[in-house]
C-alpha cells in the first residue's frame, strides 16, 4: 500500500491548483494526485478542438505543474474506501492523511427519444471520446446543436469556420440566456447568423430521429432538421460518484455539500471546483454556475486550510464572471445582469456606455466597446457588468470582478485613476468603466 499525506482525486484545474497551493503552504507533506485519464484537457478549450486547434492534443493540460511541485500522479480509477483507504481500479490500495475531491462534473445527458442513436453525442472531457467525436464531425455536414449556452455557442462558433451545415436549438428566448441580458446574446445571435448559423429559439426537442443512426431532430411543434450528427450541449451536473464511496452527505443537483472552507460532512475530506456544492454570492442561494476561475479560487483556499486554517474564509461564494469570443467581438459578464437583479427584487439602476478601445478611434485594431452595468440604487454599489467589444474585454471584465468583489461604489469608481495609451485603451475622456457608471449616477440625479 501506498502511503501519502494528501491525495487529490481529480486531475483539472481545481485539483491540480489545490496541490500546488498544499505543496505551497506545506512543503514537507507527501502528495499525490488520482485521476482516471491518462492525459489531462483544458476543459474550457475543448470547444477549439474542433475547428481552431488542429488536433485533440493540442488542447492539453501538461503535467508539468504536478512534476515541479513533486506531486506524484496515479493514472487510476477509485472503486471503493475503507477509512482512510482508497481501493483503485487496478488493485493497488493507497492511504491519506487529508483527502481532496476535485472530480469536477459530467455532462447532462437530455432524457430524449433517440438519443442513443449513433451520431448522438456530448462534449467529454475524455481525448479518446473527443478524437472519435472529431472525426465524426470532419465526415459530417449539417449538424445539429441542442443547447445554446457557452459550449453550444461556442462550438457552432468553431464549426461554421470549417465550413459545416449548423443549426442551435434553444428553449429559451436568447443566447446564452444563464449568463446574459437578452440584448447581449440577441448580440451574439446576430454575428453568428451573419457567419451562416441557424438558430431556433424557444423550441424544445421532441425526439430524435433514425433508424441505427441520426437522421434529423424532430421539435415539440412538429418542424423536423435534418442532420448527420447532433451535438447535446445542455450543461453539466456535479460528479459526486466518488464522493458517495466515502460515504459523503451530497445534493444531487449542487454537489458535495461543503462549509465556508470546503470541509465535506466527513473529517479530513475536503471537496473542490465542479463537483462541490456553491451558493450564489448575491442571494446565498445554491448556484449551479462551474467556472474554473471559481474551481481554482477553491482549491487554493482547501489547499492552504487542510492542515489548520491558515487563510481565513475569502471565498464569498459564486460571482459568475464569463468571457466568450464569438467571431470577432468579446463579451464579457461578471456579477447581476438586469434580468437576475429583476427576478431577486433588487432595486437597481443601468449605466450604459459606447465607446472605442483606442484613441483616436481611426488607430489599428479599434473596436468599440459595448458597457451596460447594474447598480444597487440605494447603496451605490456595483453589482454586475456587461461589455462586448474587441479582445481586451477578456481582462477589461477581470477588473470589473475585481470591483464587485470589493462592493465599490459608484463615487469610488467615478475617482478611479486608470492608466491609458492611445494604442491600448480607450481615450481617459471616454473610458467606459468611468463614463458607464457616469450615466448611472445622473439617472439617480434625474430620479430615472
Known sequence: ??????????????????????RNTYPDKKIALIRKEKVALVPCGIPYMFGTLDKVEDNILPDAPLQKNNIDLIVDEVMDSDGNNIELKSGEMVSFNKLVLATGSQPL?????????????????????????????????????????????????????????????EMEESLLPAAMDKEFGDMAAEILQSEGLRILLNSRVKEIKGNESVEAVLLENGDSISADIVIVAAGYRPNVDVAKKFDLEVDEKYGIKVDEYLRTSRDNIFAVGDCARKRCSFTGKYSSIMLASTAMAQGRLAGSNLYNIKVLKVFPGTLGTFSTKIG??????????????????????????????????????????YTKLIYARYSHI????????????????????????????????????????????????????????VDAILKWYNNK
Open 1 to 22: 500500500m501506498k502511503s501519502y499525506d494528501v491525495v487529490i482525486i481529480g486531475g483539472g484545474p481545481a485539483g491540480v491548483t489545490a496541490g500546488i497551493s498544499v
Open 109 to 169: 445527458v437530455l432524457p430524449l427519444k433517440g438519443i442513443e442513436k449513433k451520431g448522438v453525442w456530448v462534449v467529454r472531457k475524455d481525448i479518446e471520446y473527443l478524437r472519435k467525436m472529431k472525426e465524426a464531425i470532419e465526415n459530417a455536414k449539417k449538424i445539429v446543436i441542442i443547447g445554446g449556452g457557452f459550449i453550444g455557442v461556442e462550438i457552432a462558433d468553431e464549426l461554421l469556420k470549417i465550413g459545416k451545415d449548423v443549426t442551435i436549438i
Open 328 to 369: 470577432n467581438t468579446a463579451f464579457g459578464v461578471s456579477g447581476l445582469t438586469e434580468a437576475k437583479a429583476k427576478s431577486i427584487g433588487i432595486d437597481y439602476v443601468v449605466g450604459i456606455n459606447e465607446t472605442v478601445n483606442r484613441h483616436p478611434g481611426k488607430l489599428p485594431g479599434a473596436t468599440k466597446i
Open 382 to 437: 456595483l453589482l454586475g457588468a456587461q461589455v462586448k467589444g474587441g479582445e481586451s474585454v477578456g481582462e477589461l471584465i477581470n477588473m470589473y470582478s475585481v470591483i464587485i468583489q470589493n462592493r465599490m461604489t459608484d463615487m469610488e469608481i467615478d475617482a478611479l485613476q486608470i492608466g491609458t495609451h492611445p494604442l491600448l485603451t480607450s481615450s481617459p475622456i471616454a473610458y467606459s468603466v468611468i463614463n458607464a457608471t
